[in-house]
């Protein structure tokens, strides 16, 4: 199983950027994905899950409002979309996801990538003016 990142990058305050997260090794469609991200110095922080089937979407009261996560399960592959971003975005953004299971995602998922099954090697996103 191997999930890419890419689409981070140097941006100032009130920009917006588009990560994608391309997943390998795995039914794609079958797997609730979610977004995690680590600021320097800072513990990880959960970011933001979408279903399997992309009907139910949760975000970390930190960036409601501002990101979008969506998939593509035709291309194994997951977004966030990113607007109006802070210098408090600055992080290193993994996708993460475990195996199936029964049920849709009820709300924030853990920040730990031991609580995954699998993790992607992240993508820098810096915003600075």
């Known amino acids: 199983v191997q999930l890419v990142e890419s689409g981070g990058g140097l941006v100032q305050p009130g920009d917006s950027l588009r990560l994608s997260c391309v997943a390998s090794g795995i039914t794609f469609g079958d797997y609730d994905m979610n977004w995690v991200r680590q600021a320097p110095g800072k513990e990880p922080e959960w970011v933001s899950v979408i279903n399997d089937a992309a009907t139910r979407t949760y975000y970390a009261d930190s960036v409601k409002g501002r990101f979008t996560i969506s998939r593509d399960n035709a291309e194994n592959t997951v977004y966030l979309q990113m607007t109006n971003l802070k210098s408090t975005d600055t992080a290193i953004y993994y996708c993460?996801?475990?195996?199936?299971?029964?049920?849709?995602?009820?709300?924030?998922?853990?920040?730990?990538?031991?609580?995954?099954?699998?993790w992607g090697q992240g993508t820098q996103v810096t915003v600075s003016s």
């Open positions: 993460a996801t475990d195996e199936p299971v029964l049920g849709l995602p009820t709300g924030p998922g853990p920040a730990s990538r031991y609580d995954y099954d699998y």
